[in-house]
């Protein structure tokens, strides 16, 4: 099975200059962030419905600090 064949914007790619299939793969890119973010959204959404349904809460606290290796200390 052909890539051509299957898909045949893939073809099409393949004339394009390098300036333009950059672009393209941009705003591919670009395409497949805003997907994955809705997901997120819909997903935390039905999180929240469902421990709301529930009687429950979620929180979410962020540890001070940044993640990670703590500081060396200072004594050495």
Do not use: C, W, Y
């Amino acid at each position: 099975m052909s890539d051509a064949k299957e898909f045949p914007l893939l073809d099409s790619l393949t004339h394009l200059p390098d300036e333009r299939l950059r672009a393209v793969i941009e705003r591919a890119r670009k395409l497949l962030a805003d997907r994955e973010s809705g997901r997120q959204e819909r997903a935390l959404a039905e999180v929240r419905r469902i421990i709301k349904e529930n009687g429950l809460m979620l929180t979410a606290r962020r540890k001070p600090g940044k993640p990670g290796r703590p500081p060396k200390s200072q004594a050495a």
